[in-house]
């Protein structure tokens, strides 16, 4: 699959890139994405929840009546689950959410996404972004110039560049990631997906 090259200005250059087959062009697998996106969302859960149990409760510690004899239940202490106020019966703890998902898999899952994406035509190739300084009017242009103003947009940049990061940062369905950090999530939940051209070799190296 082979794709013109588009300058920061939107207009198409005189160069193609051609798509692997291999990454691009598969039998997508829908478990393998279903798995991958349960084990990102799960990942960015805080997962600090606590509710006090009878143990941690402030309170006295006196037997409330006698053991026997009441014709109600016996009762030990104020701090009981069964008394307004007292501690919570198998609260919520503090844990960890994430769960493994072999790599395979998530190679699988990373795959199935962009084949998608190639299928509706929603991958642009850019030339390059070079920005000397972080200026959020300069990356609305470049986004403009491909009619992406408003939609949501997947930049991959083959390595870290802070200005164009910085730029993006406050640009509502903008989002900018490198090559060797694209997750199968944001590859699905962006519109469109605009890769710099340098990034779709190190696409492949990290897929292959």
Do not use: C, W
């Not at 143990?55 to 008394?83: D, H, M, N, W």
């Not at 007292?86 to 609260?91: A, C, E, K, N, T």
């Not at 503090?94 to 299928?119: C, E, G, H, I």
């Not at 900018?176 to 710099?196: G, Q």
Request: hydrophobic content about 35%; aromatic content about 6%.
């Amino acid at each position: 699959m082979e794709i013109k090259v588009i300058d920061s200005k939107g207009k198409e250059t005189s160069s193609k890139v051609k798509l692997a087959d291999s990454i691009y062009g598969i039998e997508p697998n829908d478990h393998a994405i279903y798995l991958d996106v349960k084990q990102y969302l799960a990942a960015q859960r805080q997962g600090t929840h606590k509710a006090k149990e009878r143990g941690e409760i402030k309170g006295s510690t006196r037997k409330l009546k006698k053991q026997k004899g009441t014709g109600t239940a016996r009762a030990g202490s104020i701090k009981s689950p069964v008394f307004r106020g007292g501690g919570r019966i198998f609260g919520p703890r503090p844990r960890n959410y994430d769960f493994k998902v072999n790599t395979k898999v998530k190679r699988l899952a990373r795959k199935s996404a962009l084949t998608y994406k190639a299928q509706e035509n929603n991958i642009i190739v850019l030339k390059d972004i070079d920005m000397n300084e972080p200026k959020t009017k300069e990356f609305m242009a470049v986004m403009a110039s491909m009619d992406l103003a408003y939609e949501k947009v997947l930049m991959v940049l083959p390595e870290d560049n802070k200005n164009v990061y910085l730029s993006s940062r406050n640009v509502q369905g903008a989002n900018v990631v490198t090559a060797d950090s694209l997750n199968t999530y944001e590859i699905l939940n962006a519109n469109k997906l605009v890769i710099v051209e340098g990034a779709v070799e190190k696409i492949e190296n990290v897929l292959n």
